[in-house]
């Protein structure tokens, strides 16, 4: 059927699939009544959509790279942020032997851990709570 091919091609530009009915001229009823009977078309069109994601996320990053190319300041810290471990300064990774699990922290580990927890915002961020937790 035409209407099926035409939103499978529809799909793979534009997934979405409001925008492809509409294109189609198919109503969102009749594309998920075909989805639900006709096994071969879900398949297809999930594909569609993968491969429309696919195509959308290659031309979002050229639109990336071409703003980088423009030096613009936004698209370059939102690639290093996103790409390159040395810039996500939004991280804070712990790591520590077990095997005394009795054992008190030092000043600067309880300061780490208070650190940790301020920036997964269980602890609040004003006064000095590490004399609170340590005193205990």
Known sequence: M???TQILELLKTTPIVQVACQKSGVSRATYYRWRDK??????????????????????????LLTSIKEKNMTAIIFWLKNRHSGYDTTKLQISADNLNKDETLTPE???????????????????DITDETTSK
């Open 2 to 4: 035409k209407s099926k």
């Open 38 to 63: 006709d096994k071969k078309f879900k398949e297809q069109s999930d594909l569609a959509l993968k491969e429309g994601i696919a195509f959308i996320n290659d031309l979002a990053e050229s639109q």
């Open 109 to 127: 580990q309880q300061q780490l851990v208070n650190k940790a927890l301020q920036m997964a915002s269980i602890l609040p961020t004003t006064g």
